[in-house]
């Protein structure tokens, strides 16, 4: 099967904020599987692709939901000229070919879909097709990696215990200031003050976090709002629509985040 489509062929930009890059490299060495544990909007995906990039694997990402089955992940039986004919699903297809799974925001899915990759996760490395009477050893390069929030966290909407504890685990969080306000300035192609003032209403907005806010404005949101800048959008109305808007339709919440907004660039 040629899966050069998944492979990254220009290098994703990214900043390592400690030692996640030798910790993951170490951890493919050995094909661990993986779980990236943090916030919306801080980076988990754009650190995988870079680490698919920079290992020069291909990397097969499905985003995870809660209409999501076990047959959207491993394949199933499809009717075409020919006649019944089996199409594997992105799961699959990694496991034959070699590639990182990546399962972003596994939370989303389904406990009894997440169930299917549980023999993937542990010395078997196998994974059952069980409509097909198949059972499919992972190829040595295969590794599973998945993403998770744990602000998500509920009665539920939470990973079982067995499914945590068959993965290595990375904290990720929003970078210091210094590091996010380079990625925003590179990323819209700012100045790295104004990158600096934005990343201030951020920390003003994470401050919320629990009074208000389920979460504050995240580093992608950021670039979001810098983009818009740098298209003659006037600074107000780029933070309004990026930063204010998207996170809350109170309007007292929203209040108090226009006048972080006014406050930080004075």
């Not at 990236?36 to 698919?52: D, N, Q, S, V, Y």
């Not at 499914?163 to 819209?188: C, M, N, S």
């Not at 949101?221 to 298209?231: C, T």
């Amino acid at each position: 099967m040629d899966i050069d489509g998944y492979r990254i062929s220009e290098q994703p930009y990214y900043l390592a904020s400690g030692n996640e890059v030798a910790l993951y490299e170490a951890a493919y060495a050995d094909r661990m599987p993986m779980m990236l544990k943090g916030p919306t909007g801080c980076g988990k995906t754009r650190f995988i692709e870079h680490m698919a990039w920079k290992l020069q694997r291909p990397l097969i990402t499905v985003a995870c939901h809660e209409d999501m089955t076990a047959s959207d992940l491993v394949g199933r039986y499809l009717l075409d000229e020919t006649g019944t004919v089996w199409h594997d699903g992105p799961l699959t297809i990694a496991v034959r070919c070699g590639a990182i799974c990546y399962l972003d925001e596994i939370v989303e899915a389904r406990q009894d879909t997440t169930v299917v990759i549980h023999p993937l996760t542990d010395e078997r490395r196998l994974l059952p097709l069980e409509k097909k009477n198949e059972l499919v050893r992972a190829h040595p390069d295969f590794q599973l990696v998945i993403s998770y929030n744990p602000g998500y966290q509920s009665a539920i909407k939470d990973l079982k215990e067995s499914t945590k504890q068959r993965f290595g685990a990375i904290d990720f969080d929003y970078p210091e200031k210094p590091l996010e306000a380079a990625i925003v300035a590179h990323e819209a192609k700012i100045d790295t003050a104004l990158a600096e003032s934005l990343v201030d209403i951020a920390a003003r907005s994470r401050n919320l976090r629990g009074s208000g806010l389920d979460e504050g404005a995240s580093t992608r949101m950021l670039i979001y709002a810098a983009r818009l800048i740098s298209r003659g959008i006037p600074i107000l109305e780029a933070c309004e629509v990026a930063l204010i808007t998207p996170v809350t339709d109170d309007a007292d919440i929203r209040d108090a985040l226009r006048s972080a907004v006014a406050a930080c660039l004075q």
